[in-house]
């Protein structure tokens, strides 16, 4: 595969680690749902949330990076109206990647709990403390995680269908890995 056909090893990295991070924040996010309010819970909760701003600042620098170096075209051979829904979702998780981090600082800030990046830098609070609407963005955080879920579910049933049915270089021009399998 050639170089022009692939993603630079910059825009690899960065999907992948942003894959990663999602992969441990989900399901952190719904373990610490369900216990009690002890210390525990509480230093779940600065992981998540910790794990949320490294996410945000994941995708500014993937639009950042984007925005500056053009992704490879996808395969000729990928109908127009596939290449639309392709575009369609990688514009919704981009955009739900910006959303969720946000909408889980401002339901902190909401609540009246800063948001303290690795335990070193406290975020500014982004709304004033108001119950009705940390309630609210509890809700809203929560829906939009099921989204992304859904989302992100279709987005890797779809590169695996290119690369096991299809047989084309839709999953290949993102592994980290050379020409990949």
């Given at each position: 595969?050639?170089?022009?056909t ?9 999907h ?5 991070f999602?992969?441990a ?11 009690a309010l002890?210390?525990?819970?509480l ?8 794990l949320?701003v ?17 992704p ?10 596939q290449?639309?829904?392709a575009?369609?979702?990688?514009l919704?998780l ?5 959303v ?8 902190s ?14 975020l500014p ?7 009705a ?12 995680n099921?989204?992304?879920l859904?989302?992100?579910g ?5 590169a695996?269908?290119h690369?096991f049915?299809e047989h084309d270089?839709?999953l290949r021009?993102?592994?980290?890995f050379?020409?990949?399998?």
């Amino acid at each position: 595969m050639s170089s022009a056909t692939r993603y630079t090893a910059t825009a690899i990295s960065l999907h992948w680690l942003t894959a990663l991070f999602i992969f441990a924040t989900f399901p952190l996010g719904v373990y610490m749902h369900e216990l009690a309010l002890s210390p525990l819970k509480l230093q779940l909760i600065n992981y998540h949330k910790w794990l949320g701003v490294t996410i945000l600042l994941l995708t500014v620098a993937r639009l950042a990076w984007r925005a500056t170096h053009t992704p490879p075209p996808l395969p000729e051979t990928i109908p127009p109206w596939q290449q639309r829904v392709a575009h369609g979702l990688h514009l919704l998780l981009y955009a739900l990647l910006l959303v969720i981090p946000l909408s889980g600082w401002l339901m902190s800030s909401a609540k009246g709990f800063p948001v303290v990046y690795l335990g070193l830098v406290q975020l500014p609070d982004l709304v004033a403390k108001d119950k009705a609407l940390g309630e609210l963005l509890t809700t809203v955080h929560q829906t939009l995680n099921f989204g992304l879920l859904a989302l992100v579910g279709m987005h890797i049933a779809a590169a695996l269908k290119h690369h096991f049915i299809e047989h084309d270089a839709t999953l290949r021009r993102m592994l980290p890995f050379g020409k990949g399998i």
